[in-house]
């Protein structure tokens, strides 16, 4: 019989109490090193008194009012993230896949609006992932994901990532924008070519395009920049972001210029819990931690010590690893055995992981992971790393005997 929770998910038999920082307490008393953070999204770790009060105060107050009033907490969030980006303007919503959304409703829109009507398809890259809404699976584009939901929605195009002839050659009289991920989360943690996105930004300039990143994994200090684009010196014209903006509130946000976002006009897009004061109050706790000075650096910091950590597994477990990627705390294992070997073994030595495609070990913990933590991280690896290897000796001598 099916279970009551619909199972779309192959979950793991293993349930939580109560967290601590980068520590996840599971009722049978074990404790986990938690390098998944709720796939990148418990962005100031478990149980933060800051956060934790916040919520708390602004669910006493009012937790939701609707969009037919003013949001000072909305207000607020707005006026911090613009200060801090490339954005003049700011919607909020409630996940990724709704940001993307409007992210992509924006671009058409400008495009009609700019006397481009015809301009209303968006180029995406091999490997993206933009989420499970049916638009947002056709910018996916992944065929398993697709399989069985009925006619594809129109108006997405995809190209190899870092390859600028292939994408010259897809812009039509009728492209409206380009859509990327700045580090590539869901297909491997593959990071896009600085001089790509630079690339990209010219492209749309001369043939009058958006560009639109998808950071709804990578933004929110992920990378150790607010924003990961900022690595690269260009700066797109819509953003997405979610997972991490809220610290596990779920939240999401697009940020535009005011060039694209002035086509939104009243009554033209719109969401019930989008921004609601207890979202944007968690989301400004968030905001209070990203943007302290030197915190980012300290993200920095850490992601350096915990793929110092992975190089030295990579140089150690050859017969398992091949290779070490990403940026800030926002890191992969290439994996050359089954990577749910890896990461099974990984739980046995109380390390929660993500996978990813192309057989990678995703590694996206909290953000304010300590250097403790981080040390110890690397320990329970190598010990995972040895039980896959016993594990792997022991059904080879099985299959010969
Ligand atoms: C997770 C993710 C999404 C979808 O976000 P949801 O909140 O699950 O809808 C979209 N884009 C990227 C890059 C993501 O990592």
Redesign the pocket.
Same mark, same amino acid.
């Given at each position: 019989m099916i279970p009551a929770l619909m199972p779309t998910y192959n979950r793991a038999d293993l349930a939580f109490e109560r967290g601590e920082g980068c520590w996840l307490y599971a009722a049978d008393g074990r404790r986990f090193l938690d390098l998944g953070a709720g796939? /990148?999204t418990s962005s100031l770790g478990h149980n933060n008194p800051h956060l934790v009060s916040a919520i708390a105060e602004q669910a006493a107050r009012v937790m939701h009012v609707s969009n037919l009033y003013r949001v000072p907490q909305a207000e607020r969030l707005a006026e911090r993230l613009v200060a801090a980006s490339f954005a003049d303007s700011v919607f909020f919503c409630?996940?990724? /896949?709704? /940001?993307?959304e409007g992210m992509v409703k924006m671009i058409r829109r400008a495009q009609a609006h700019g006397g481009h009507p015809e301009r209303n398809r968006i180029i995406c890259f091999d490997g /993206?992932?933009?989420?499970?809404?049916l638009a947002?699976l056709a910018a996916t584009g992944n065929p398993k994901y697709l399989d069985g939901f009925g006619p594809e929605v129109a108006g997405f195009d995809h190209v190899p990532m870092n390859n600028m002839n292939a994408v010259r050659a897809a812009i039509t009289a009728e492209t409206a924008g380009i859509m990327i991920?700045p580090v590539?989360?869901?297909s491997g943690i593959n990071v896009a070519d600085p001089r790509f996105l630079q690339e990209l930004r010219a492209a749309c300039d001369e043939f009058g395009l958006y560009l639109g990143m998808?950071?709804?994994?990578?933004g929110m200090g992920r990378t150790g920049r607010l924003f990961a684009h900022e690595w690269s010196g260009v700066t797109p014209d819509v953003l997405?972001t979610?997972?991490g903006i809220a610290g596990g509130f779920?939240m999401?946000a697009i940020l535009a210029t005011e060039a694209v976002a002035r086509h939104l006009t009243p009554g033209s897009h719109g969401t019930t819990f989008g921004g609601n004061p207890l979202a944007c109050a968690a989301a400004n706790v968030v905001l209070d931690v990203l943007l302290a000075p030197g915190f980012l650096d300290q993200v920095q910091a850490r992601g350096a010590q915990l793929a110092r950590a992975l190089d030295e597994l990579v140089a150690e477990f050859p017969d398992l690893f091949d290779g070490r990627r990403g940026i800030g705390l926002m890191l992969g294992l290439r994996c050359t055995v089954p990577v749910a070997l890896v990461q099974d073994a990984a739980m046995h030595e109380g390390v929660l992981s993500v996978t990813a495609g192309d057989n990678v070990l995703r590694l996206v913990p909290p953000l304010v992971i300590t250097e403790a933590d981080c040390a110890e991280a690397g320990r329970r690896l190598r010990h995972a790393a040895l039980r896959v290897r016993a594990h792997l000796a022991a059904t080879a001598r099985e299959s010969v005997a």
């Open positions: 796939i /990148a409630n996940s990724g /896949a709704e /940001a993307n /993206a992932f933009h989420g499970r809404t947002m991920e590539q989360g869901e998808d950071e709804v994994q990578c997405s979610a997972k779920p999401g």
